[in-house]
């Protein structure tokens, strides 16, 4: 069944969230100094690149990302194409359609044809509280979108994460489904064990569903 990589590379290059620290990679062993083996130890925010937030990113009580709920991260999605609206460009609520919605568990949101993981964008769409109420409604797992953040990158709320937390909803963010058709997929998106992690790098993949019997 066919792949596709929906995961940013991570490099020097990568852009980071205002503050964040952006990745770098050091040398500690290579075999051409000697060394049996080559050995690097990198440094980077753990929002660099695609990643999920755990609850801990937002809420000092809440879960960290070595304790999330797996299962969340794994099984059948939907890849839809939407547009923000407004000044600081939201996912408007009346986007996400009962025919959108319907039979899904995991939506993944392209807002824009071209994606650059070099670039960062301030103008970039986010899913917002309004949008984050009817996929709580809906009783989606996992929400995912092609852009650094389910809110704006001024927000001190965080409402849409809030919302999605509350109601059980995991997030993916980073996403680049330029390539990827619209419609149903297999999706594999595991997080890092890591103890107190806020959030954790992720190595995103959609699969080809199985063909249905005739």
């Known amino acids: 069944m066919r792949i596709w990589d929906i995961s940013e590379p991570i490099e020097p290059a990568s852009a980071t969230f205002p503050g964040d620290t952006p990745f770098s990679q050091e040398w500690v062993a290579r075999q051409e100094n000697g060394a049996s083996c080559n050995v690097s130890t990198i440094r980077m925010s753990v929002h660099v690149g695609t990643h999920t937030d755990a609850p801990l990113h937002f809420d000092l009580a809440g879960p960290d990302i070595a304790t999330v709920d ?10 839809v194409d939407v547009q923000g609206e407004g000044a600081l460009s939201l996912i408007p609520a009346r986007a996400i359609t009962a025919a959108m919605l319907a039979g899904a568990e995991r939506l993944l949101f ?10 960062w964008d301030p103008a970039f769409t986010a899913v917002g509280p309004e949008a984050a109420k009817v996929l709580v409604q809906a009783g989606i797992r996992l929400v995912g ?12 709320e965080l409402d849409g994460h809030h919302l999605l937390y509350e109601g059980g909803v995991a997030i993916l963010e980073n996403i680049d489904l330029r390539s990827v058709p619209a419609g149903d997929y297999e999706l ?4 890092l064990r890591i103890v107190n ?18």
């Open 110 to 119: 392209r807002t824009r044809a071209t994606h650059d993981h070099r670039a």
């Open 197 to 214: 992690g806020d959030s954790s790098p992720v190595r995103a993949i959609l699969r080809e569903l199985p063909a249905k019997n005739p």
């Open 188 to 191: 594999i998106a595991l997080p």
């Open 145 to 156: 979108i092609d852009t650094p953040s389910m809110d704006h990158a001024d927000s001190k």
């Open 70 to 79: 797996l299962t969340r991260y794994l099984g059948r999605c939907r890849v």
